[in-house]
């Protein structure tokens, strides 16, 4: 018996999100069955220590007792109103208590409807069309984000998914992140068009790769000079890289951020948020549409405070930097042992490491030049010693609270082994 061919007889590709299928790898994903804490357990009876957490929700690890009763209460008082319950209230206060940027809160179920919310929601308070994102941030799959840079920085862009309009296209400026410079050049020729900036102010989705000094900085200025909306992407770092995301991290105050992952505490939930007159553009209280009939589920709701709860507590990012670092500074010495080139990044619990030698990795292209060969048998190698990390070199890594000092030398102690294979 073969999961993914019976899986894929009758889903599409076998899987319900691309990056599951293990193409950027090689080989059959793998199924599992249940997780507890930092280890997931496989369908076949493996046990492997986890560092995709679901692609960052499970911060506190897998089925964290605290949200497993907030869920199984919630659940026991109905799955669903569609109408405003107290949870709504509680972890949108929750949320603004950590990130007072968030003024006024709407919450979404994916961090795709967040972000496309957030772009019509800047689109329709300015009345501008243009928005500026950057290549190798990901912000969701809807249309106006699915656009890459055409052949300079502010000619037309092209559509990287059929089904896109080009039309859309001329809409969408994709810069280079960590060029300030082409920022106020894209300004300086077309600010009065331009809606908004949407950014991670990590990135998290070209493996990781930080803002340089002034990058972020530069953002803001030049939004607010133009009167063009700021928009953080938070839905990956949102309290993963502290706790009030990388906003207060870096101290720069975006008008819009969007939220999702660990906002759902593993359940589908996402928001954006921001300045109070900004937000009020959105229905009912302005016209710019955007609704949801699954949007704030009590249960969904439940699972995220209890979260939020949690991450709140004393020495909480302290503990978890520590192990995250932890494990990339093991990481780099077994890497250098071994002879390979490897740079790290960590924060929070946020991380990534890239096959390369050529460090600081601050640019998109140097993630893309970086050995993409070496990351799939270091991936293989690390999955048949009993650690699950992401299938892709682009993405990034996560540490959770559960990670303790077993799983972090278990995890050292193959990568050491791998790496000396592989040298
Ligand atoms: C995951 C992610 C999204 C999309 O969220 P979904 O819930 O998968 O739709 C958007 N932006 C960033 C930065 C993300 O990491």
Redesign the pocket.
Known sequence: MNLFNEARDVIAGGVN?PVRAFAAVGGDPVFFKSARGAWLETEDGRRLIDYVGS??PMILGHCHPDVIDAVVQAAKNGLSFGAPCVLETQIARKIRELMPSLERIRMV???????MSAIRLARGHTGRDKIIKFEG?????SDSLLIKAGSGALTLGIPSSPGVPAGLAENTITLSYNDAEAVRAAFAELAEQIACIIV?PI???MNMVPPVAGFLETLREECSKAGAILIF?????GFRVAKGGAQALFGIQPDLT?L??IIGGGM?A?AFGGRADIMSSIAPDGPVYQAGTLSGNPVAMAAGLATLEKIDEPGFYEALGARTRQLTDGLLSAAQDAGIPLTTENQGGLFGFVFSDDAPIRRFEQVAAANVDRFKAFFHGMLDAGVYLAPSAFEAGFVSAAHGDEEISTTLDAARKVLKRLS
């Open positions: 999100s692609w960052g179920s994916s961090g795709t409807e967040a972000t941030c990901y912000h969701g799959h991670e990135a998290g989705n992407d938070e839905v990956m770092t969007t999702g992952k589908p996402a």
